[in-house]
């Protein structure tokens, strides 16, 4: 089966994806660096990398248009991001949206709105704040949605999942923003065969394969 993975720290069995460099403390052993991940950044072949800006670098000239801010891992304020998207102008941001209670919902929504011509893809889709996520997504015609982690350790994929998390999984895939929905794993945090078979169950492997190539044609023409 082919399909697209849009998060990624290691390479799987994917056709092409996103691959998201991760830096500073923890470090976690078989996770692309940044420098691993850009080796591997080939559009052509369906695969880009996304380099994952540290919080003392907030204020850098960041060379690669496409970048990652991971508030809870940095520790960084909206403001900052803001500030660094502002200097940056980068041609796609992913930014990881698990960062209770330092951000709120509307935090990465203003992001988004402030650049409005700017492709987001929200990792993880907030969690257990997945319904506020899905809101700004309907809303937001620059946002883009991955449900990484939050299907595997709150949704069907997990030992006790939430009946809500599901729900809006399987909403989203005939909302109307479903063309902005991507299939995101984390592998290697969590199994991306479990995911693919998440969404087979759903009937849902080839929008998410669409929705992935319909992005990169928004990104590269």
């Known amino acids: 089966m082919i399909y697209y993975d849009s998060h990624l720290h290691s390479v799987c069995a994917e056709a092409g994806g996103f691959l998201v460099g991760l830096e500073g403390a923890p470090h976690f052993s078989g996770t692309f660096t940044n420098a691993e991940a850009l080796a591997l950044h080939h559009p052509e072949n369906l695969r880009v990398a996304f380099y994952y800006v540290a919080a003392d670098a907030m ?3 960041q060379a690669h248009p496409f970048l990652k801010y991971h508030p809870r891992r940095e520790k960084y304020s909206p403001e900052q991001v803001a500030t660094s998207i502002s200097l940056n102008r980068p041609r796609c941001v992913m930014l990881d949206t698990l960062n209770e209670p330092a951000w709120q919902a509307y935090d990465y ?5 402030a650049f409005p011509d700017l492709p987001f893809v929200f990792a993880h889709a907030g969690g257990y704040l997945i319904q506020e996520f899905i809101k700004i ?4 015609p620059n946002v883009w949605i991955d449900f990484a982690l939050t299907h595997t350790n709150l949704g069907g994929i997990s030992d006790n999942p939430l009946a809500y998390v599901d729900d809006a999984i399987r909403y ?3 909302a109307p923003f479903r063309d902005r929905v991507l299939m995101g794993s984390d592998a290697p945090f969590f199994s991306q065969e479990d995911v693919v078979a998440y969404y087979e169950r759903l009937g849902a492997v080839e929008l998410l394969n669409e929705n992935f190539r319909r992005l990169l044609r928004t990104l590269f023409g």
């Open 172 to 174: 989203a895939m005939h």
């Open 59 to 61: 204020l850098m000239h």
């Open 109 to 113: 929504w203003k992001i988004a709105r």
């Open 137 to 140: 997504c309907h809303f937001q």
